[in-house]
């Protein structure tokens, strides 16, 4: 069971880094950023924003999530 969970992870980080690699060949997104570590960070904050909504899901936490992510990659 945990091979494919962490299959499914891998699989899901890679189509974020493949997202952000887009993103700086387009100019969207600063060329500086490493896009497997910030890869990495964003499938770290969706599954810590899954298990929050499981246990309590207040719209000002995802609001200041999202904002601070925003600011990340700004």
Do not use: C, H, Y
């Not at 690699?21 to 969207?28: D, H, L, T």
């Not at 810590?48 to 992510?69: E, H, W, Y």
């Amino acid at each position: 069971a945990m091979n494919i969970v962490r299959g499914t992870f891998e699989r899901m980080e890679s189509v974020l880094e493949a997202t952000l690699v887009e993103g700086q060949k387009k100019g969207e997104l600063d060329g500086a950023l490493d896009p497997k570590a910030v890869a990495s960070m964003l499938l770290a904050i969706l599954i810590g924003i899954s298990v929050l909504a499981k246990v309590d899901s207040p719209a000002a936490r995802g609001k200041r999530i999202a904002l601070a992510v925003a600011a990340l990659l700004g």
